[in-house]
Nanobody
Framework: QVQLVESGGGLVQPGGSLRLSCAAS????????MGWFRQAPGKEREFVGV????????YYAESVKGRFSISRDNAKNTVYLQMNSLKSEDTAVYYC????????????????WGQGTQVTVSA
């Protein structure tokens, strides 16, 4: 029912910035919480941040607070992850996901997932 298509990943130097996009299909996009997760090699998929389905409320993992920002454009059915002051430890495959409007912090709280996009932070 909902398909998510991600873009914007790539290679960036430490301290640099990158913006990921996640385009969603579905008429009820504005009612979903849109989460971002990441998974580095050999590690579990971890929560990055989420924008809730109503009110534009966002919250983030401690590791990215102050550096990452999530926004959404309902007219374009797109959610964004702006990443600033990138560090090598931010290197991972980044996934967007759509779930219940309250906004979960675990993968089990999401019903639909994008394919993932690689972000590599390296000098």
């Amino acid at each position: 029912q909902v398909q998510l298509v991600e873009s914007g990943g790539g290679l960036v130097q430490p301290g640099g910035s990158l913006r990921l996009s996640c385009a969603a299909s579905g008429r009820t996009f504005r009612h979903y919480a849109m989460g971002w997760f990441r998974q580095a090699p050999g590690k579990e998929r971890e929560f990055v941040g989420v924008i809730r389905g109503t009110g534009g409320i966002t919250y983030y993992a401690e590791s990215v607070k102050g550096r990452f920002s999530i926004s959404r454009d309902n007219a374009k059915n797109t959610v964004y992850l702006q990443m600033n002051s990138l560090k090598s430890e931010d290197t991972a495959v980044y996934y967007c996901a759509a779930g219940a409007p309250s906004g979960a912090t675990t993968p089990s709280g999401y019903d639909y997932w994008g394919q993932g996009t690689q972000v590599t932070v390296s000098a």
